[in-house]
C-alpha cells in the first residue's frame, strides 16, 4: 500500500541510519502507522500469533541441536538425555513438542479465516499462494521433525511415508524404489535417512522463516483484507496498526499462550502417542501406525483411495488445490458472509476437514472406509465444483458502503464507488461463530484419542480382533496427578524397593543413574543412602593403563546396572521374551501408571472355553489377555520398614508410582512451574484487556458521529 512516509528521526544517529540503511524508517512506516481496517475482528490477530510460534519454534529447535545426536543407536537416548539432565531441557522438549501441535491449530485456523473472507481474491493472489507454500513446508518440517525422536511410532511413520514414493514404479517402472532407496541412503531407513532428515529439519524452519517476510511483504502492498471484504476508500476506514492491533493482537496472543502453557505444563504427551516411548525397532511393526492429529485428514485422504498411486496423488492434490483457490471461486464477492448459499457449503467443508481428521485415527474399514470415500470426494467438490459454480448462480446480499458504515453510518460525503460495493445496502458483517470455529478446530486434535488407529495394510480380521480385545484400565488415585500433583517420597522409595528386590531380576532401567534417587522432585534418599545403593553392585569399567577391563563398586553417577549383558542373554533367560526396559514403560504404554497397576494385580485363573498358549499367563489387563510375563508380586514377597502393609495392592501401587517417576523425574518441577506461568498469563490477560478495552474506547469515542 504505497503511501507517504510520516517517519521523523529524533537525533543525529538516527538521521545518518537512515540516510544510509533506513531499517527505522520501514519498521516505522510498516508496523506503527500502517492504515489498519479498523473493523478486523479476532480471527485476524493468529497471522502474529504464528509468528510467535514460528519463532519458538526456532529457538527451542536451536538449542535442542546442540544436545541432540543424529545417530540411529543415540538419538532416542539424546531425547532422554535432554528431559533429565540438560538445564530446563524438558521445559525446551515439551515446548517445542506442543509448539509443533499449536503452530499447525493457529494455521488451521488462519487457512480457514482466508477462506471465509475471501483473502485469497485480487490483488492479493501472491499473498495466498505464498501462505499455501508456508503451510507445504510445515508440513515437510513437522514429518521430519517428528521422525527425530526415532521411537517405534516416527520410525514407521517415516517408513511408511517415504515409501509411498515407490507408487511411481507404476508410472515409470523402477523410479520410485529407486527415488526411496535414495531417501533411505540404502535399503532400508536407518541411520543415513535419519540424518538427512535432521538437517533438512534444521534447515527448513529458516526457509519457513523467509517465505514469512514474503508474506508479510505481499500482505502490506494492497493492505489486509478485511470482514466485509471491500477496500478501504477513505481515512475513517483505517487506523494505525499502533496501538490499536499491537494491544488487540497482543491480548489474542496471551490467550492463545494460556493454551499453549496448558499442554505444556499440565498434558505435554496428550497429543502425542505412548509408542513413540519405545526406541525404534525395524524388526517389530506397531499394532497400529498413525501419524500426528494435524496430518490425520490428508492421511485419512490417503486412505480412502484404493490404489496406491492414486492415493498419493490424491494426497499430495489436498495441499496443491490450495494454490489455485483464487482462481476456482468465480464469485465477485470477497467474503463469506454475503454469500448465503456458499456459506452452507464452506461450514460443510470445515465439518468435512473435521470428520476425516477423525476417521484418519481410525480403522480404514466398513463404516470408516465408506465415510472417509464420502468425505473426501466432497474436499475435492468444494474446490473444483462449488466454488466455481456457486460463485456464478450465487446472488449476494447487498454489500454496506464502506468498512465503517456498518458501525459510524454512512460517509458525510460518498467516495466513488467501487464494483463490490455496488447496492448500497446497511448489513453487519456477521463473524463466524468463534466458539463453534474453536470446537471445530480443537476437535480435530481430541479427537485422536477417542480410538486408536490401524495401519493402512493391516488385515482387517487383525483390526476387528485387537479392538474387541482392548481391555478396559480403571483409573486411580494418585498424587501425582492434578495441576498441584506431587509424588509422595515414602511411595517412591518402596516403589524403589520393590523395582530393586523384585523387578530388577529382569527388567532393566539404562536411562536411570543412582544419583537420580537423591535429587529433588524423586525418592530424594540421603546422600549417604545413594552411595549405599550404588555401592551394592559392581560395575565393569576400564581398560586400565594394562588395557583391561576391570570391576570396581559403582558410584552415584553409575547408570542402573542391567541384569542382563545383551538382549540375547535376555531371551534365553524368559524363554525367548524380551523384558522391556522400565525406564519410561509409564509413558510407553495407554493409562500408564493406571495400566501398570492394573497389569500387576490384573492375573486370574483362565477362564472356561480360554485357549491359553503354553507358557503364557492369563492377565485381564493385557491386550488379547496373555501375557509372557509370570506373576510378580504376592503378599509378603517384599518386608516393608515403614510400616507399610506388604501386600499385592500396595506393591503394585509403590512401584507404578515409582515407575510414573523413572519416566517422568521432572514432573513435580514442571507443575510447579505451570502454576506460576498460567498464573501470570491469566493476570497479564486481565491487563491487557483493560488496556484494549481503555484505547479502543478512545477510538470509538472519537469517531461517533457527532449531532
Known sequence: MARPSTYQPANGVSRWLDARLPIPRVMYDQFITFPTPRNLNYWWTFGGILTFMLVSQIATGVVLAMHYVPTAEGAFDSVEHIMRDVNWGWLLRYTHEVGASMFFLAAYIHTFRGLYYGSYKAPREVLWILGVLILLLMIATAFMGYSLVWGQMSFWAVTVITNLFSSLDAVIPGLGTRLVQWIWGGFAVGGPTLTRLYSLHYLFPFVIAGVVVLHIWALHLPGNN?????????????????????????????????????????????????????????????????????????????????????????????????????????????????????????????????????????????????????????????????????????????????????????????????????????????????????????????????????????????????????????????????????????????????????????????????????????????????????????????????????????????????????????RAANNGALPPDLSVIAKARPGGPDYIYALLTGYRQTPPGFELAPGMHYNIAFPGHQIAMPPALSDGIVSYTDGTKPTLDNYARDVSAYLMWAAEPKLEERHQLGARVMSFLLVFAVIMFLAKREIWARLHSDAAPTA
Open 226 to 570: 478485511n470482514p466485509t471484504g471491500i477496500d478501504v476508500k477513505s481515512a475513517r476506514d483505517t487506523v494505525p496498526f499502533h496501538p490499536y492491533y499491537t494491544i488487540k493482537d497482543g491480548f489474542a496472543l496471551v490467550l492463545f499462550a494460556l493454551l499453549f502453557a496448558g499442554f505444556v505444563f499440565y498434558g505435554p504427551n496428550y497429543l502425542g502417542h505412548p509408542d513413540n516411548y519405545i526406541p525404534a525397532n525395524p524388526l517389530q511393526t506397531p499394532q497400529h501406525i498413525v501419524p500426528e492429529w494435524y496430518f490425520l485428514p490428508f492421511y485419512a485422504i490417503l486412505r480412502a483411495i484404493p490404489n496406491k498411486l492414486f492415493g498419493v496423488a490424491a494426497l499430495m492434490g489436498a495441499v496443491v488445490v490450495l494454490f489455485f483457490v483464487p482462481w476456482l471461486d468465480t464469485s465477485r464477492v470477497r467474503s463469506t458472509s454475503y454469500r448465503p448459499i456458499y456459506k452452507w457449503f464452506f461450514w460443510a467443508f470445515v465439518i468435512t476437514c473435521v470428520v476425516l481428521g477423525y476417521l484418519g485415527s481410525q480403522p480404514p474399514e466398513g463404516i470408516y472406509l465408506v465415510l472417509g470415500r464420502f468425505f473426501t470426494a466432497y474436499y475435492f467438490l468444494f474446490f473444483l465444483l462449488v466454488m466455481p459454480v456457486v460463485g456464478l448462480i450465487e446472488k449476494p446480499l447487498a454489500l454496506p458502503g464502506s468498512i465503517t458504515e456498518p458501525v459510524l453510518g454512512p460517509e458525510p460525503a460518498p467516495a466513488a464507488s467501487s464494483a463490490e460495493a455496488r447496492a448500497g445496502g446497511g448489513a453487519m458483517t456477521k463473524a463466524p461463530s468463534p466458539a463453534l470455529a474453536l470446537a471445530l478446530g480443537l476437535l480435530l486434535a481430541l479427537a485422536v484419542h477417542a480410538s486408536p488407529g490401524v495401519a493402512a495394510d493391516e488385515p482387517k480380521a487383525a483390526a476387528e480382533q485387537s479392538i474387541q480385545e482392548e481391555p478396559s484400565i480403571p483409573s486411580q488415585s494418585w498424587s501425582f496427578t492434578g495441576a498441584f500433583g506431587s509424588f509422595d517420597n515414602a511411595q517412591l522409595q518402596r516403589g524403589y524397593q520393590v523395582y530393586k528386590e523384585v523387578c530388577s531380576n529382569c527388567h532393566s532401567m539404562r536411562l536411570l543413574s543412582y544419583r537420580n534417587l537423591g535429587e529433588s522432585g524423586g525418592p530424594q534418599f540421603p546422600s549417604d543412602a545413594v552411595d549405599a545403593l550404588a555401592g551394592q553392585v559392581q560395575v565393569t569399567d576400564g581398560p586400565n593403563d594394562k588395557g583391561e577391563m576391570y570391576q570396581r563398586p559403582g558410584r552415584p553417577s553409575d547408570r542402573f546396572r542391567s541384569p542382563f549383558p545383551n538382549p540375547e542373554a535376555a
